[in-house]
């Protein structure tokens, strides 16, 4: 059946593209960030880093650091499990962001001094695994009974909205209220606001993203066109706020986040940022600046965490939000709520709980392909006709096995072209289908797209002498399983 293509002129293959920045001010409302991707991906560079570098830059990284105590008074609480589970609260902090920054990307109305994201991070007991899984704000949450932190006033339990817990009772009675939710016990609570977010991306170099379709939110000033971009804070900020992009809302504003987590892991363990003494302090200095954590949570315990994390990647994270079941729960006084999928949430956190991974065995995972890059249409969909375009025996047919190796529907009849002297690889492909097209082009590096009217949904691969390879590729969802779980790996760009 003929995809809902809509006609264009041809397409150009995918190329890397500087993030367009959008000065002036929002015209519209602007949402209130939610950017848990910042906690995790810095708790990340300060772990993993820590064992690479040592006791001596170690020293005196967490005083910076200001002191909560969220276990305080806490009683009846869930059994310790195995591994080490983090509670990240990311809170707002618009504050001390500067006019020209908040004009430049879109940080208007005033601060909400609220709880804007919470996440559970569980690594495993060995250290090999790091489980992430997003709590929505909105989330259907019953506090437990306790004193206004404002007021002083005695509350009995009441429904709310989980990020409510943090209003009403701070960071103890967030731990309260999750504990009770997940039955996970925290063993650490880490807070940040995102006002260290940007210059902690700076000082990492920037962090790539791949985008399969131009991506575009006014309300925040978002503007990808398809391809690889290096984002600076700035933009890395524009990008996990974004809601608007996409009819997936705040689903896919988790997602993003995450793919950006799986991005600053990549940036951070591939770009030598945490062999580098001098680097990994600066780092470092700029992230747990503006970091509120439990007294228990120091410099030992993240150099032990880094001693044991050295071959940390992404393919060694994953990310899952937790299973909703009702997205619009009408609760008296609080309004619409996300209520969870009780059965599939309970069997998420006894995951966490005996120290599982999320994510479905993949085979062969140790002997891993490279990352696959996004696409918008998944190459399984796309009908491919391989053609020789040179007087190198046999090359049609190993592009067309290359070609069905990675996914597509070849005819597995490659045939010779009119011309035996094509240099450049050429895709061509009927308007009709130019998105079919730039999955092909992707998979092609360097092909030259050529649009022919009338061709059909068939794509036509004229190979070239320029032809070295064919490059993974895969549907931008890859999100799978029961609990709906993606690896970093699965999401970092392509090599």
Known sequence: MPQPHRPTRPARPPQPQRARRSG???????????????????????????????????????????????????????????????????????????????????????????????????????????SV??????????????????????????????????????????????????????????????TSFMKTVDAVGGVDICTAKTMRDTHTGLELLPGTHRLTGGQALQYVRSRHVDGAADLGRMQRQQRFMAALIEQATGSGVLLNPVKFKQVSSTLLGSVRADRGFGSEQMLALGQAMRDFSPSSSEFASVPVGNPSY????????????????????????????????????????????PVDVAPQQIRVQVENGTRIDGLGGRVDAALRDTGFDTTRAPGNGASREVKRTVVAYDPRWDRSARTVSTALPGSEPRAVAGQGRTVLVIAGADYRKVVPVRAEDPYQGEFGVVTGDQVVCGK
């Open 24 to 130: 002036g001010p929002a015209r519209r409302r602007v949402d209130k960030p939610r950017w848990g991707v910042r906690i995790a991906a810095g708790v990340s560079v300060v772990v993993l880093g820590s064992g690479a570098i040592g006791h001596a830059v170690m020293t005196g990284l967490d005083t910076g650091i200001e002191r909560v105590d969220p276990f305080k008074d806490m009683k009846n609480r869930p059994p310790a499990g195995h591994g080490v589970n983090f509670l990240l609260v990311g809170t707002d902090g618009r504050e001390k962001i500067s006019p020209d920054e908040k004009r430049e990307y879109r940080l208007g109305g005033a601060p909400c001094h609220c709880t804007d994201t919470i996440m559970l991070v569980h690594i495993s007991a060995d250290k090999e695994r790091a």
């Open 133 to 194: 899984v997003s709590l929505p704000r909105d989330s259907y949450a019953e506090v437990p009974a306790h004193r206004d932190l404002v007021t002083g006033k005695a509350h009995k339990a009441h429904p709310v909205k989980l990020n409510a817990a943090y209003a009403e009772g701070g960071p103890g009675l967030t731990v309260r209220t999750v504990e009770s939710m997940t039955r996970v016990k925290i063993d650490h609570y880490l807070e940040v606001d995102f």
């Open 330 to 373: 009408k609760v008296k006084g609080t309004g619409s709520t996300v209520k969870w999928d009780e059965p599939k949430a309970a069997k998420l956190f006894e995951s966490l709980r005996d120290d599982r991974p999320l994510a479905p065995a993949r085979p062969g995972r140790a002997a891993a392909r490279p990352a696959a890059v």
